[in-house]
């Protein structure tokens, strides 16, 4: 089943097209890291699945749950960090989180005991009675954080949740979105950090000008970029290099007499080592380089748009 279904998603300001035509499914369970420049139109996307923006067109569905006409049902059972949120700085750490929980059913001691927890979670435990604006600004993230989880939602939506943290506060970020995915939350946030993204991310989707340009696995989308750009196969032999003339080839690179990087069109290496066998050299070395997504987003996203 599904967790976040969207169908046709489209959304104009004036004429500009934020989100064109989008159509999106995230299993349950899974970390999906949502990739895009800036203006790509993540955020309307995202404002789009809570409800807080209407579409031109589409549908969204979470849980089951039409968006539009079962706003309450959704709420109750997603968590939303939005990327520029604000606490209320008069209010104590505990204060803030016991506001937003008066929102849910929960009884009193239940209340107390989730506040308990999410505070020892994010580490502001030993600071609760302190007003939120002392707080720099990690520890008022950590504390959006923990407010996103406070009906231990289902869903947990994050727009860019470590911007502008420290790598402490970021690994702690990491740490409990790896810890909700441990549960069989679904988690689905958008990042400008590829590494974070590559290092939660079950899948990706990748927006450009409000349309997907890449879905799947890590390994799928390089693999697609592979495919594309070519195999980056890296060569080193005891002997000397001969000429490579063989289907497949798309150019070859040579570093020095026993090195070389040859770019195909298909993971080649068998008829590579077949063929170097066949005139006796002896290989040291042959692998493939693997893109990291890095490349995949600065070579194959924005040379498509530019």
Not at 132 to 155: C, H, Y
Not at 219 to 228: A, S, V
Request: proline share 3%; charged share 35%; aromatic share 8%.
């Amino acid at each position: 089943m599904y967790a976040i279904e969207i169908e046709n998603l489209t959304k104009k300001y004036g004429e500009l097209k934020a989100v064109d035509g989008l159509t999106l499914n995230v299993e349950k369970g899974c970390v999906f890291g949502f990739l895009g420049p800036n203006g790509a139109g993540k955020t309307t996307t995202i404002l789009s699945m809570l409800g807080l923006i209407i579409p031109d067109s589409g549908n969204i569905r979470i849980l089951g749950h039409d968006v539009f006409r079962e706003p309450i049902k959704v709420k109750e059972r997603v968590g939303y960090l939005p990327e520029n949120a604000t606490v209320y700085d008069e209010l104590t750490a505990w204060r803030n989180l016991e506001f937003f929980a008066n929102f849910y059913d929960m009884d009193r001691s239940e209340k107390e005991k989730r506040i308990e927890e999410l505070l020892k979670m994010v580490g502001l435990w030993d600071v609760r009675y302190r007003k939120a604006k002392t707080f720099s600004k990690g520890m008022k993230q950590r504390l959006l954080l923990a407010q996103a989880l406070i009906n231990d939602p289902e869903v947990l939506i994050l727009d860019e949740p470590t911007s502008g943290l420290d790598p402490e506060g970021a690994h702690l970020v990491k740490s409990i979105v790896k810890e909700e995915a441990e549960k069989g939350k679904t988690v689905f946030f958008s990042s400008h950090i590829l590494s974070e993204v590559e290092e939660l991310s079950d899948k990706v989707g990748i927006l450009v000008g409000g349309r997907l340009k890449a879905l799947g696995t890590l390994e799928d989308i390089k693999k697609q970029f592979m495919e594309l750009e070519g195999y980056e196969i890296k060569i080193e032999a005891k002997q000397a290099l001969p000429e490579f003339e063989f289907d497949g080839i798309i150019r070859v690179e040579r570093i020095n007499e026993r090195k070389a990087i040859i770019f195909a069109r298909d993971d080649i290496r068998e008829q590579i080592s077949d063929y170097l066998s066949k005139k006796d050299i002896t290989l040291i070395n042959l692998e493939i380089e693997e893109p990291s997504l890095e490349d995949v987003f600065l070579k194959t996203i924005y040379k498509k748009e530019g």
